[in-house]
């Protein structure tokens, strides 16, 4: 059964997210380790040999992205970010040197280009970079709507310091509870999320925070310490409410990212 809307964007042609669903429920492995951390892992060999992987990207292309409801547009950008992603480690395979590539970073790309800002697949007619999914996602506006932070929760860069790629995909009847689910899961892992550190300190927490942090004053209403008392541990929100109750600012520090990738290459090394 394909996972859609009755009415997607009201028109047109409807994403077959169930392609994807099955891509990631094959190949995805929840609670795995990867360089001493535990992290969802994706088997990248497999995904590129499963046949669905390729129709899921072959129909995005004439996909409808006009008329979307908030689910809809951020069910179809967060699973055509991860996809892309992963799609750019399994066609780039080869760093500079020869070598296989470590990570998302140091992949192949054309001169004068980033990883982030070379083509990276078609979406409704058009060509998209990560840049640009990225962007639109951080900046919906062109499509009437307002960004929601926990976004950067669930689009995946293929890194080890990353969200967890979701071993579903996103879809608009579920979209709140699964991208909920998506941030405390993130932020449960003392790695890569958050961590009380000791004697009461502060909050260590991901660079994204850091790197991002304009979002969620700007255009989510919220900020970084009350997003992250939001949907921390408990002993990562007591750390903040302590701190805020006194009114005081919460330190805050941030794990160095891990940018390896968070699967094994498709390619002989």
Same mark, same amino acid.
């Given at each position: ?26 190949? +995805? ?15 990248? &060999?497999?995904?590129?040999? !499963? ?9 995005? *292309? ?35 040197? $020869? ?19 070379? %083509?990276?697949?078609? +979406? $409704? ?19 009437? @709507?307002? *960004?929601? &932070? ?9 890194? +080890?310091?990353? %969200?967890? @790629?979701?071993? *579903? ?15 405390? !899961? ?11 550190? %000791? ?33 921390? %541990?408990? !002993? ?15 330190? @805050? ?6 940018? !390896? ?9």
């Amino acid at each position: 059964m394909a996972l859609v809307g009755c009415c997607w964007g009201a028109a047109g042609a409807a994403p077959d997210f169930s392609l994807w669903d099955g891509v990631l429920k094959r190949h +995805v492995t929840p609670g795995g380790m990867r360089e001493g951390a535990k992290i969802n892992v994706v088997d990248y &060999c497999g995904m590129k040999k !499963d046949p669905a992987f390729a129709q899921f990207l072959k129909q995005l *292309e004439t996909v409808n992205t006009t008329g979307l409801s908030r689910q809809e547009f951020y069910a179809l950008f967060m699973n055509v970010y991860n996809v892309f992603a992963v799609n750019t480690l399994i066609r780039s395979p080869l760093a500079p040197t $020869g070598k296989c590539a470590l990570g998302i970073r140091n992949v192949t790309v054309a001169a004068g280009t980033t990883v982030w800002d070379q %083509p990276a697949g078609i +979406v $409704g007619g058009k060509m998209w970079s990560l840049d640009g999914v990225e962007h639109l996602l951080r900046d919906p506006t062109s499509m009437g @709507l307002k *960004e929601d &932070c926990r976004a950067h929760a669930c689009i995946v860069c293929d890194g +080890v310091s990353c %969200p967890n @790629l979701r071993a *579903e995909a996103y879809v608009p009847d579920r979209l709140d509870a699964q991208m909920d689910d998506n941030v405390r !899961d993130w932020l449960a892992s003392p790695y890569k999320g958050t961590l009380a550190l %000791p004697d009461n300190k502060g909050v260590e927490a991901s660079a994204i925070f850091k790197w991002f942090g304009s979002d969620f004053s700007d255009k989510c209403n919220t900020t970084v310490p009350d997003f992250l008392r939001k949907y921390s %541990p408990p !002993d990562v929100a007591a750390v903040i409410e302590g701190f805020q109750n006194k009114g005081a600012e919460v330190p @805050l520090s941030y794990f160095d990212y891990n940018w !390896d990738a968070n699967g094994v290459m498709p390619c002989d090394c």
